[in-house]
Nanobody, 122 residues
Framework: QVQLVESGGGLVQAGGSLRLSCAAS????????MGWFRQTPGKERESVAA????????SYADSVKGRFTISRDNAKNTLYLQMNSLKPEDTAVYYC???????????????WGQGTQVTVSS
């Protein structure tokens, strides 16, 4: 198993930036594909970005493409999401997730963090 803890959320004005982190512990972090997700009240959790176990391949939802960057540091057991040009519609609870096998831009992940709130004011 792997345990995941997100951090870095907060309140930011539209057009601003935030960097989320996801610290992993437990089984070897580098053996997992990872992803970032978000959820707002009353809506299903959606996939935002995904990254392969090596970090060599990434995929993004159309809504964040060109603004968000997913990355990982396997030596530090940490996943990141750099969010630039934030919009009010990016407001959500952001989660990181881990899965065995290939990385996918879906919510089919095995392990989840507790989430961190991101609020973008207009």
């Amino acid at each position: 198993q792997v345990q995941l803890v997100e951090s870095g959320g907060g309140l930011v004005q539209a057009g601003g930036s935030l960097r989320l982190s996801c610290a992993a512990s437990g089984r070897t972090f580098s053996s997992y594909a990872m992803g970032w997700f978000r959820q707002t009240p009353g809506k299903e959790r959606e996939s935002v970005a995904a990254i392969s176990w090596s970090g060599g391949r990434t995929s993004y939802a159309d809504s964040v493409k060109g603004r968000f960057t997913i990355s990982r540091d396997n030596a530090k057991n940490t996943l990141y999401l750099q969010m630039n040009s934030l919009k009010p519609e990016d407001t959500a609870v952001y989660y990181c997730g881990a899965r065995t096998g290939i990385f996918v831009l879906t919510t089919e992940y095995n392990y989840w963090g507790q989430g961190t709130q991101v609020t973008v004011s207009s």
